[in-house]
């Protein structure tokens, strides 16, 4: 009989604790999922889309962790190619009347951002145009998608007008942009004869951005055109001395301003300098000529020589030869080794494997494609062989 009690004790017991966690249990969970609760974009992207998007949409109020979410799933949507989606949750979320200012301007940022995407580029200017009002990362946002849809267009003036008004915020990459529009606005000019606007827009460039080396690239250009051949070095040499790359344009009238003016032990101090700091062949290819002018083809070739035991190049192995054939000399033993050595070391840098699908090169073969991830698509190189002629 005792044992019977204790036995329904026992029983009721059990009842009891298993009521009390399930109880605890139920409220626990109840609090992790409140009734604001918003799901992830993963969430979202998984699910069917447009129902659950419609339904949280239309939730009574948002907060920040909310619209946190919409943008970051909105962003989403428009990476992914789906900008009409984007679109539609920017301009649901726009037309609410329960938002801050400052969010309603992200949203607004963002929607432009979208037309932008979708090619309606004049809503997207538009957008971006009202936003120069704002404040903060979104006036400076606004300025930047704002010059780069004028840049598509070639708007070269527009961009010009947005600094002369003061409509844009000035970061120093946005300078470096607004710059170089207003070099090609020089650079029009220039082509149209108005030589003192094109001097006006090269010097309004280096006020904009005073490491814009492209403004002293106009200006030498102009002086060159106009056989001013001082002038144009002393541009040119200050356009390297910003941007050693700028060499790559102006090369060709760098060479002929310092024949003209006489100074051949200048030019060649200044090509050996931009060869060290830039590793531009034409610019060793040059070095190399003015040299053999100077003092004979023998040592001119052996310089070359020697830099392209350093610097193996194909370009720079085509113009020993060709400086070899053009001067009638013939190599050394000596000489013939170091060639070989310099083309041993080209023909290892080469790719031997490419992709077919997606031009990938390696050295090595792959069954899949490092970079497409496609099967079988990698295929020996074979390098196309172009009809050069010497110039001999």
Not at 24 to 49: H, I, Y
Not at 57 to 86: Q, Y
Not at 168 to 189: F, Q, T
Not at 225 to 250: F, M, N, T, W
Request: glycine share 4%; with cysteine; hydrophobic share 40%.
């Amino acid at each position: 009989m005792m044992d019977s009690a204790l036995v329904y004790v026992l029983l009721l017991l059990g009842i009891a604790i298993g009521w009390t966690l399930g109880y605890r249990f139920a409220k626990q969970v109840k609090k992790s999922t409140p009734e604001d609760w918003m799901p992830s974009v993963e969430d979202l992207l998984a699910q069917a889309g447009d129902v659950s998007l419609e339904r949280l949409l239309n939730v009574s109020s948002l907060d920040d962790d909310s619209i946190d979410l919409f943008l970051k799933l909105g962003k989403t949507l428009r990476e992914k190619g789906e900008v009409d989606r984007a679109i539609h949750l920017h301009q649901s979320l726009f037309a609410r009347t329960d938002l801050s200012k400052s969010t309603l301007q992200t949203l607004e940022l963002e929607l432009a951002i979208d037309f932008s995407y979708a090619g309606l580029l004049d809503r997207a200017e538009r957008l971006f145009t009202e936003l120069l009002d704002a404040k903060g990362r979104v006036r400076e946002k606004a300025s930047s998608h704002l010059v780069e849809l004028y840049e598509e267009e070639g708007e070269w003036q527009e961009i010009y007008d947005l600094y002369l008004n003061k409509k844009i915020h000035i970061s120093p990459g946005l300078a470096r942009r607004v710059s170089h529009a207003v070099c090609e606005l020089a650079e029009s000019a220039v082509a149209a004869g108005d030589f003192l606007e094109a001097q006006k827009l090269s010097r309004a460039a280096l006020k904009i951005d005073n490491a814009c080396a492209r403004a002293f690239v106009v200006s030498g250009n102009m002086a060159f055109g106009q056989k001013e051949y001082h002038e144009a070095i002393r541009c040119y040499l200050r356009a390297v001395e910003i941007d050693p790359q700028a060499l790559i344009s102006i090369l060709d009238p760098l060479v002929d301003s310092f024949k003209h003016v006489g100074d051949a032990s200048g030019l060649l101090n200044h090509l050996s300098r931009h060869w060290k700091e830039t590793h531009y062949v034409p610019a060793l290819v040059a070095k190399i000529d003015c040299l053999a002018e100077e003092q004979g083809p023998e040592m001119a070739i052996g310089s070359l020589l020697q830099e392209l035991q350093n610097q193996p190049s194909n370009s720079g192995f085509f113009s020993l030869v060709e400086m070899v054939v053009r001067h009638k000399q013939q190599l050394d033993k000596s000489q013939l080794l170091i060639l070989y050595d310099i083309l041993r070391r080209i023909v290892e840098d080469e790719p031997k494997f490419i992709c077919k699908n997606c031009g990938f090169k390696a050295k090595e073969p792959h069954w899949r494609c490092p970079s497409c991830k496609n099967w079988a698509t990698v295929t020996s190189f074979v390098p196309t062989a172009q009809k050069v002629k010497l110039d001999i």
